[in-house]
T-cell receptor, first 114, second 113 residues
């Protein structure tokens, strides 16, 4: 199946811990994203990578560090987790394009910080 | 501050009716417009994209764009209970992948059998 996949699907952890979320796409896209969707369902961009290069870096605490080992993978590492980090994190990808930016989303990772 | 606004709903329509979802955006320079559907507990799924003024139809869905009024809408004809979901309007400023997509807060649609 061609898709955007994420692991894990659920992540429950204690405050102060460090955790990672992995994302892979086999759509052949050049651009990948991390979004955060909070309890009010607002979907906000965090980071975007194009072909391993960071191109969008929103105002996100530096506890969040994305890494793209190749254009098919984009991981998100979070240090010193806080209660406010609880949310659903979506990975997405899109073709590199001068205009269109149709994004395809992964299934999401529900992070709960206790 | 670039903004995308939608009525949060819930919008309730009877089965078979037309559902009309509206979205306004703050920046006249916006280039690309998208509608995503998100079922509860699932990820957003692209259903329509529109780039120029006018209407674009795809099956039961019609997207309408009016750049002068900074307004984009989605019409769903012959609404089905399976259309019950949150619909996210998304707007991209600019023409490059450096320009981010801003999502609206979503409108919850409920189609009553």
């Amino acid at each position: 199946d061609t898709a955007v996949s994420q692991t894990p699907k659920y992540l429950v952890t204690q405050m102060g811990n460090d955790k990672s979320i992995k994302c892979e796409q086999n759509l052949g896209h050049d651009t990948m994203y991390w979004y955060k969707q909070d309890s009010k369902k607002f979907l906000k961009i965090m980071f975007s990578y194009n072909n391993k290069e960071l191109i969008i870096n929103e105002t996100v605490p530096n506890r969040f560090s994305p890494k793209s080992p190749d254009k098919a993978h984009l991981n998100l590492h979070i240090n010193s987790l806080e209660l406010g980090d609880s949310a659903v994190y979506f990975c997405a990808s899109s073709p590199w394009s001068g205009g269109n930016n149709e994004q395809f989303f992964g299934p999401g990772t529900r992070l709960t910080v206790l | 501050q670039k903004e995308v606004e939608q009525n949060s709903g819930p919008l309730s329509v009877p089965e078979g009716a037309i559902a009309s979802l509206n979205c306004t955006y703050s920046d006249r320079g916006s280039q690309s417009f998208f509608w995503y559907r998100q079922y509860s507990g699932k990820s957003p799924e692209l259903i329509m994209s529109i780039y120029s003024n006018g209407d674009k139809e795809d099956g039961r869905f019609t997207a309408q764009l009016n750049k002068a009024s900074q307004y984009v809408s989605l019409l769903i004809r012959d609404s089905q209970p399976s259309d019950s979901a949150t619909y996210l309007c998304a707007v991209k400023w600019g023409k490059t992948s450096y320009d981010k997509v801003i999502f609206g807060p979503g409108t919850s649609l409920s189609v009553i059998p």
